[in-house]
């Protein structure tokens, strides 16, 4: 997936692209990406077999200085 990614997508949409065309015939790994591309643009892909989901900076306010923080946490199994 990331050399087929770093071979043809130069813009965020060529990314979604490729992860549109996977989503059909469902990947055999589920990543997760943080993609920058060659505006500046950043985004990070949670992805699961069939399907992905896309999370954003929000700097609506045009500063530009939009962050991204996504966590998971896990209890491990008390045996």
Known sequence: MMRLA???CTYLYDFEEL???TNMIGRLNCW???VMD???DV???ECANRSYVKFT???SDGSG???IVRA???FPEMI
Do not use: I
């Open 19 to 21: 992860l549109d065309s």
């Open 38 to 40: 060659r505006n500046g």
């Open 6 to 8: 770093l071979q043809f």
């Open 43 to 45: 985004a990070l892909y």
């Open 65 to 67: 200085q939009g962050v």
């Open 57 to 59: 900076a929000d700097y």
């Open 32 to 34: 997760n990406f943080g």
């Open 72 to 74: 998971n946490f896990h």
